[in-house]
């Protein structure tokens, strides 16, 4: 049977495709003027840019197309949209012919990169010796170069004329390293690429006002830390059957064998127990902190309970179509582990938003950002012998 669509995306061209979100939000912010959140939501995008590839070759789904979506990705995230962001910083006038180098050359370069890969990726390539690497300097290389400025001239280090001379010289050399026929290193290590990229999303997303789209979802990850460690070391009780006497169904017919009392006198304890270990970092935070003025104990076991609230109902529509307890429908599956992940973190940012009043922007956050947290968790959970499986 042909598909009325022009191509079947894959998990890869999925995660690739979350950079688009990501780079539209950072050009909402340039048009608000809130620069380095931009910046920040850029380096969030850059971490789904870096592990696209790595997953593709990891899971054997390599293919021109995602090459070439990727490419498209690319030109957004460190071409197009750093373009604006300076235009909007000032860059303008004369300045502008080192920015029509940087663009120009990054699509040469991006074109180049959809013909012939990476060095080392043909086995017949001379240059093979030291592993995979760049041919020409990365379009990624534009925001290591910018943000960092940018940032010295907005905490006033580093004065405008300077900033701008120094940029157009940086970019003027980028541009002509990118199009260079030569080696350039690449990172393999998936610690490595998380730390450049996260770690830029956290310091500039620090940098950015209070009230930018970077902050309220810097807000909404440090929201689910309790959450996070409540629900491993749960999956840790459950795995070794500790406190056997409570692991019976609250209401089996309706909710299923899964949902016990074990669950809802544990996950709050335990998230609990989770939010007790950002003392240090509030301390840091002060009036800052999301929990600010809120016991963390009782913020965090409101949050469990949240948690397990939120399930609730899902369970019991599934109950009711028949679906039974950690099952998955032949039909409508993703359908179903998107709403697996959505219903508890909906339960959570409701029950913060009662207690603790966190703004809407935070609370969307929340429960976007939630289910890939969760999935990346159940992921490790699964390879650590602790659930089951990884949804």
Sequence with gaps: MNSPWLIRLNRVDCITLLSVPLTLLAVHEVLQQQLMSALALLYLAMT?????????????????FGRYLDGFMDVLIYLLTPALILMQWGFTGAWLIPLMLMVGCGCVRLSVFNETGNLGEDDADEDTSGGLAYQGMPVFWSLFIIAPLLWLN??????????????????????????????????????????????????????????????????????????????????????????????KPIWKTAFGANKTWRGFVVVPALTAAGALTLLPVEWLLGDRSPFADHSLLLAGAIAGLGYMLGELPNSLVKRRLGIGAGELPEQGKVITIAVDQLDSAIGVAVAYSIWLGISTDVAVWYVVSFPLTALIVKDWLHKKALKSSAV
Excluded at 48 to 64: K, Q, Y
Excluded at 179 to 197: G, M, P, Y
Excluded at 209 to 236: C, F, R, T, W
């Design 154 to 247: 907005t905490l006033g280090i580093l004065p405008m004329l300077a900033a701008q001379i120094l940029l157009a010289t940086s970019l003027t050399l980028f541009s002509y390293l990118m199009v260079r026929k030569a080696r350039f290193f690449k990172f393999s290590s998936l610690k490595q690429i998380l730390l450049l990229t996260l770690g830029g999303f956290l310091l500039w997303a620090l940098a950015s006002p209070e009230d930018s789209l970077a902050k309220a979802l810097l807000n909404a990850a440090y929201l689910q830390i309790p959450v996070v460690i409540g629900g491993v070391l749960h999956m840790v009780v459950v795995s070794r059957d500790y406190l056997p006497g409570l692991a």
């Design 48 to 64: 789904a840019d870096a592990l696209d590839g790595m997953l593709a070759r990891r899971w054997n789904l390599t293919r021109n």
